[in-house]
Every structure is written in structure tokens, then in C-alpha cells.
């Protein structure tokens, strides 16, 4: 079940994107330009209207299968990237053993969607994820944490996982005069907690002009990069 979407989101997407989400959208560039994976054929989930996903990244790609239950978000998608997905079933299978099974060799992108599913027991889930992702390419970006009135400063943030402590040092509050302020903690970064060699990335998401997100980015390592650190 997710916590976001659907049109209050697609409403803040006409509001905000072009004034406040393209710094959002240049630093999902990046990261999936490091991702870079060469397969020819990409399983997507959650996408919606794919706004956070550059305009033509998605052309290296030979056919796109995703899992979208929005309708009106899949219509958005096909506007806004000029194809169309071979769109599964609406909801993606969390938890069902060989979900990632069709289309079988496909590398997945969880694309801003982990952060926004209510998730009962994240020790499962991350078992489960790191099963079923064995020997796959895959990447995901996620909420870590996400607050009103604040900025996320990731300028130090290294290629490594951030924990909580970290993280919360990154938040600068934009009125010195407040006495409090309430940032909520995302699950999704805690699905990866048990993965070996992975490759992090952080940036800002300014969804709304008081409603920031700290966004996690992560992938494995290449083999070789991973080896070489290991030494
Ligand atoms: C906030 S949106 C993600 C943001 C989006 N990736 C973007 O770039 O703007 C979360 C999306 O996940 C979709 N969703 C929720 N549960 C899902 C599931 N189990 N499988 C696939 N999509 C799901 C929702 O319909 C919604 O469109």
C-alpha cells in the first residue's frame, strides 16, 4: 500500500516540477548514469508519471516493463517519455517469491517507491529483497528522511551508507527561531542494511516549497570495484 501518489501527487508535479525539482531530477541523472547498466531490457516500479526519471535515459533501453497501479500516472509517463511500457500487473508482488522473475534478466529500478509503501517487518522485506535480487542488476532511490522547513546539505556525503546520526547532521533548519521541528525517518534505507557492497549516493528532493526529502540512491558495486576495496 503506498502513501503517496495518485493525484494530489501528480497535482504537486504541476505546481512544483519545473520551478523546484530539477535539481531532484539532475542528481537522479547522476546516479543512475553510475548505475549505468547494460542490459537491454529495464523492469520499472512505481514510476508514476516517471517525473524524476530524465528525459531520455530511458532510450538506452530496448522494451521497459513496469509496474505502475495509477492509471492516470502510466498516461503521464507515456506523454512525458514519448514510449510506452509493457505495463504489468498494477501492483508490484512484494514479499512473492520469483517476482522479479518476468521479464527474467532485466535490470530493476525501484524508482522513488520504497520510501513511500508502508512496510510491516523490514527485516522480511530486506531478507526477501536480498534474495530474490541475487545476481540481478538492480538499483533504488528512496525517502530517507523527509521534514517541513528544512534543507538537506549532502555536500559530505561520501559513496558509503549514511546511518541516522549522519544523516540527521545534514539537516539545517531554514528558521534558526524554531523550537522544534518534526523529521520523519523512512524504512527504506533499513531494507539494505544486511547487502554487501553497495554504492550510496544522497541528494535533496524540494517537493513542495516547505516539504523537503532527503533521497537515498543505492546499487551494488562492480565486481571489480568491490574487490579492490575488499583488499
Ligand atoms: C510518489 S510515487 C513515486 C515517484 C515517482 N517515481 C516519480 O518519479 O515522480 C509512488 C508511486 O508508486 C506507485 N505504487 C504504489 N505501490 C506500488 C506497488 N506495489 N507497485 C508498483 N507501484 C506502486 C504509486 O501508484 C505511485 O505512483
Redesign the pocket.
Known sequence: ??R???IP?HWK?LLHRKALWGAHEQATRAFLERWNPTEKELLL?????????PPGWLGRFDRIFA????LL?RKIFERRHGLRPVWLE?????GKPGAFEHPAGAAVLF???LG??EIRNVKKLGTWLEQELQGRTWASFHDALSGHGIDFDTEDAGRERALLPAMKRWIHVRNPGMRQIEVLSHDAPDLFASFKNLQYSYWQWTLTPEHTFLTEGVFPKRASVAEDESC
Open positions: 500500500m503506498s503517496s501518489g495518485g501527487y508535479a516500479i512505481g514510476p508514476s508519471g516517471g517525473y524524476s526519471i509496474y505502475e497501479p495509477d500516472a498494477r501492483y508490484f508482488p512484494f524508482s522513488n517507491l513511500q509503501i
